[in-house]
């Protein structure tokens, strides 16, 4: 049984929620000088998804935090099409981008793919060696440039060539710093990573300290499940390393005794400044987490893109909108040539309605649309608000 340490200080379940969302970019004045790189180097990661609405998820995160930088700009801040890579995709929290220079520290989960039974794809003699070999003698290359991604068939059956180089991925001999038009270029790892990162030095202890300590510092605050979460750490590797993380134990209010844990550097100065309104993807960091959203902010989140039509509420990708510090309603969005739809509104009453006008008019000019229409909303009052506010 582990031995908490005594708390070092007690935070209210509101100091709490602004240090996190300082923590996050959401807080205060956006380091603009920094950018999108930036953003990725604050947060650590960056999750991918293959839902676009507005934008993909990727393009979403920084847009929420920096307002509207060009898509163009964000998709050339992450991958590099040549020169040194900025970011690489790994499995983190799920399929994320990541800055180059983590590469030495998921080293401890390159090493568990190589030692784990391979299962579900079968792969033949030869296949692997293949893949390594054609990129060796061609340079980067697509899947279907290596010799299709799909079999025939089902959408999910992948190819050998497929099959391989995703292994070949996992296992670090391959990497992916560039993307074209949603497609992963592959390379290989000892071609792309810089030399000075390109290794595996790292035991695993020191691997997940160093994630360990990351997390709490982009969440400014979180349970062991929270901090152990944003990389999809076990709750056996927290514990080893927490001691040693630099992360100091604090009590939360209103968080039902769960221990807790705080970046010193969150807590040394009170959070201030200007809060950012904008709509959310589902999958940013602030609020990936849904235990921990209903923690902090008393809003339950689901991401209905998988839940069948007839039993949605509040649509296949609603978007939380955030103001003030506060999540204030959702809106499930959809492009219909220069219009954005808010095809389903949700909000807390009508003190929401400036803000969700704000978000959506926003998030219209930034993906190239010149009006709003409002579709869906139960109260017919706050619909003619909300109306009115786009105008």
Not at 146 to 152: C, F, R
Not at 167 to 190: H, N, Q
Request: charged content about 25%; aromatic content about 8%; proline content about 6%.
């Amino acid at each position: 049984m582990t031995t908490l340490p005594r708390p070092a200080a007690t935070l209210s379940a509101d100091e709490a929620r602004r240090i996190a969302l300082r923590a996050q970019g959401f807080l205060g004045a956006p380091d603009r000088k920094a950018g999108v790189r930036g953003v990725l180097r604050h947060l650590g990661a960056v999750q991918l998804d293959t839902i676009s609405v507005l934008a993909r998820s990727h393009e979403l995160i920084p847009y929420a935090r920096l307002g509207a930088v060009p898509r163009t700009t964000i998709e050339s801040a992450y991958w590099s099409a040549a020169g040194a890579p900025h970011a690489f995709e790994y499995w983190s929290h799920a399929a994320c981008v990541l800055p180059i220079e983590e590469w030495p520290h998921f080293a401890f989960r390159r090493r568990a793919y190589r030692s784990r039974p391979h299962w579900h794809h079968h792969l033949p003699d030869g296949a692997y060696e293949q893949v390594i070999k054609q990129l060796r003698a061609e340079g980067p290359l697509t899947a279907t440039e290596l010799g299709g991604a799909k079999n025939k068939g089902e959408w999910w059956d992948w190819s050998e060539s497929k099959i391989a180089v995703e292994r070949a991925l996992m296992y670090g001999e391959v990497v992916c710093v560039e993307r074209r038009g949603w497609k992963r270029i592959y390379d290989l790892a000892e071609r792309a990573v810089p030399s000075d990162l390109l290794h595996d030095e790292l035991d695993d202890k020191e691997c997940v300290r160093r994630l360990v300590r990351q997390a709490g510092e982009a969440l400014g605050v979180g349970t062991r499940s929270d901090i152990a979460d944003y990389h999809r750490l076990k709750s056996e590797q927290f514990d080893s390393v927490i001691a040693d993380s630099g992360l100091v134990p604090v009590t939360v209010e209103g968080w039902g005794g769960k221990p807790a844990w705080a970046d010193p550097a969150a807590l040394a100065s009170t959070p201030r400044g200007r809060h950012r309104t904008t709509l959310l993807s589902p999958f940013d960091s602030l609020i990936w987490e849904r235990a921990r959203t209903e923690r902090i902010f008393g809003f339950t989140h689901r991401l209905e893109a998988y839940v069948p039509k007839p039993k949605r509420i509040h649509g296949y990708f609603a978007m939380p909108v955030l103001s003030g510090g506060r999540l204030v309603g959702r809106v499930d969005p959809a492009r219909s040539g220069g219009t954005l739809v808010a095809k389903q509104v949700s909000l807390d009453g009508p003190k929401a309605v400036p803000a969700v006008a704000a978000a959506l008019l926003e998030a219209a000019s930034w993906v190239g649309c010149d009006s709003v229409r409002v579709e869906h909303m139960e109260s017919a009052p706050l619909k003619r608000d909300l109306v009115a506010a786009l105008l």
